[in-house]
């Protein structure tokens, strides 16, 4: 199982970003997928969470109305739609799968 993501960079408060995560390895339609975010000196924690089919989806409380989680299955990725970013947006983003991480993309929101 492999899981890239990429898309993070430097953005001001109000702002928007995508992150991807480009999965292979496995039968990607058949797994529901997540995101996790970890800030410095906090635990890691759930962000938002999609079905295999992308029918379901879930999200933390600090982030509803303002991410969306979505897939293609054609392309074997996971997308996060950030919008109205916080300073406490600012984490490492993870894409997650069957006990495996990828190796995270650094969101900073600041101005």
């Known amino acids: 199982v492999q899981l890239v993501e990429s898309g993070g960079g430097l953005v001001q408060p109000g702002g928007s970003l995508r992150l991807s995560c480009a999965a292979s390895g496995f039968t990607f339609g058949s797994y529901g997928m997540r995101w996790y975010r970890q800030a410095p000196g906090k635990e890691r924690e759930l962000v938002a969470a999609i079905s295999s089919s992308g029918d379901s989806t879930n999200y933390a409380d600090s982030v509803k109305g303002r991410f969306t989680i979505s897939r293609l299955n054609a392309k074997n990725t996971v997308y996060l739609q950030m919008n109205s970013l916080k300073p406490e947006d600012t984490a490492v983003y993870y894409c997650?799968?069957?006990?495996?991480w990828g190796q995270g993309t650094q969101v900073t929101v600041s101005s």
């Open positions: 997650y799968v069957r006990d495996f």
